[in-house]
C-alpha cells in the first residue's frame, strides 16, 4: 500500500469582526476535524474601515494558540482583495510589521484574490515567510487574464534578487477535496484551504467537516502547514518567472 501523502488545511480568515462567523471558525478550529490544526491566515484590521483593533487581536492570539497564523492581505478594502491601487509589497511590508509590534508572528502569507508579484515575493523572502498564495488550478472567478502563481507542489521560488521563497500552494477547495475523495488524490501534498464564511452555509459547514475526517482518518497523514514549512525548506528550487502568469500589458 503506498504511503499516505502528507495534509494540511487553511482558512483564509477575512471576517474575523463578525461574531457568527468568528464563533463557527473558533468551534472548528478547535474541534481538529480529522486531526488537522488549521491555520488561520488572516486579514487584519483595516484601518480606513475603522474596525476594532482590540478585539481583532484578542481573537488573532486565540487563532494562534490553536494552529499555525499567518497573514491574508486584501490591498483595496475588506471586501475588495486585490490591489487597485498603492504599491502591494509595501501594503505587507506595513502589515507585517503591525502585527510583530503587537507580538503575533506569522509564519505564512496568503495573498487576497490570490494575488501576488514579485515585489510582494521579495518581502515575503526578506521577511522569512513561506506563501501559499499559488494554486494548483486557476481559481474560476478570476477575470481573464488576471495575474497568478500556479504551482502543484511545494517548491522554493527562486526571486530576482537571488532570495528563495517557500511556496506550498492550495491543492483543494472543500468542492475539489469532496470530489477527490470518491476517486484518487493525486497531490503529493495536499493543502485544502476555505474561506471563513463557507461556514455559515450549514450544509458546507458540515461536508467540510465530513471531508477532512475522511482525509485524515484514511486517506493522508494529518500535519499542519508551519510542520510542511519545516519538513520542505529544502524543496526543489522553480524561478518565480517559470510560474507566474502575468497579466496582459
Known amino acids: 500500500m503506498p504511503a499516505r501523502p502528507p ?31 488549521i491555520a488561520a491566515l488572516t486579514r487584519p484590521p483595516d484601518p480606513e474601515a475603522n474596525e476594532d483593533e482590540v478585539r481583532w ?8 494558540a490553536r494552529g499555525p497564523f499567518g497573514l491574508h492581505t486584501h490591498w483595496t478594502s475588506p471586501s475588495h482583495a486585490r490591489p487597485t491601487v498603492g504599491d502591494p509589497a509595501e501594503r505587507v511590508r506595513r502589515e507585517l510589521a503591525w502585527l510583530r509590534e503587537r507580538d503575533l508572528e ?14 510582494v ?3 515575503l523572502a526578506a521577511a522569512g515567510l513561506a506563501d501559499c498564495t499559488a ?14 502563481l500556479g504551482t502543484d507542489r511545494p517548491t ?23 470530489r477527490g475523495l470518491a476517486g484518487r488524490l493525486t497531490a503529493s501534498v495536499i493543502h485544502v484551504y476555505f474561506h471563513d464564511t463557507d461556514l455559515l452555509e450549514p450544509l458546507r459547514r ?15 497523514r494529518p500535519t499542519d502547514l508551519d510542520t510542511l514549512r519545516r519538513e520542505l525548506a529544502d524543496a526543489a528550487e522553480t524561478p518565480f518567472e517559470a510560474v507566474y502568469e502575468k497579466a496582459p500589458a
Do not use: K
Open 7 to 37: 495534509a494540511a488545511v487553511s482558512c483564509h480568515v477575512e471576517r474575523p469582526l463578525d461574531d457568527r462567523v468568528w464563533a463557527a471558525f473558533s468551534r472548528l478550529q478547535a474541534a481538529r476535524p480529522g486531526g488537522f490544526a
Open 57 to 64: 487581536l484578542e481573537r488573532a492570539r486565540a487563532a494562534a
Open 106 to 119: 506569522p509564519t505564512l502569507f496568503a495573498g487576497g484574490g490570490w494575488y501576488i508579484d514579485e515585489d
Open 121 to 123: 515575493a521579495e518581502a
Open 135 to 148: 494554486t494548483a488550478f486557476r481559481p474560476s472567478y478570476l477575470p481573464a487574464g488576471a495575474a497568478r
Open 156 to 178: 522554493n521560488l527562486v526571486l530576482a534578487s537571488g532570495a528563495r521563497l517557500l511556496e506550498l500552494p492550495s491543492t483543494h477547495s472543500l468542492g475539489m477535496l469532496a
Open 206 to 220: 458540515r461536508a467540510l467537516q465530513a471531508a477532512l475526517a475522511v482525509l485524515g482518518r484514511f486517506r493522508a
